[in-house]
């Protein structure tokens, strides 16, 4: 079993920057991916980005390109997020998945474990 934990979400107003963490517990894998998405009220759970474990493929989604950078270490993943603007607004969600591969999977369905979500509010 795989336990995921997110922290570093708060309150911030436009322009600002802040980093979400992912730590990782339990089995460890070679060649998964894990991958960042968010939820706004009202809205469907959209990916972010992501990136697999041991190849280090990159994806983001239009929105978060050029602003956000995903990156890790041994057990966390990170989610560097810099010019925040009010529609970043949302419920942040890591995940990961157990399935080798060497692209970046974007679908929610292709996720095998979820964290509880970290509240990201941004005010203009």
């Known amino acids: 079993q795989v336990q995921l934990v997110e922290s570093g979400g708060g309150v911030v107003q436009a322009g600002a920057s802040l980093r979400l963490s992912c730590a990782v517990s339990?089995?460890?894998?070679?060649?998964?991916?894990m991958g960042w998405f968010r939820q706004a009220p009202g809205k469907e759970r959209e990916f972010v980005a992501g990136?697999?474990?041991?190849?280090?493929s990159l994806a983001y989604s239009s929105s978060a390109k050029g602003r956000f950078t995903i990156s890790r270490d041994i057990t966390t993943g990170y989610l560097q997020m810099n010019s925040l603007k009010p529609e970043d607004t949302a419920l942040y969600y890591c995940?990961?998945?157990?399935?080798?591969?060497?692209?970046?999977?974007?679908?929610?369905?292709?996720?095998?474990?979820w964290g509880q979500g970290t509240q990201v509010t941004v005010s203009s």
């Open positions: 995940a990961v998945s157990r399935t080798k591969t060497t692209v970046v999977p974007s679908r929610r369905s292709e996720y095998d474990y």
């Open positions: 339990g089995r460890t894998f070679t060649g998964f991916a």
């Open positions: 990136m697999t474990w041991s190849s280090g």
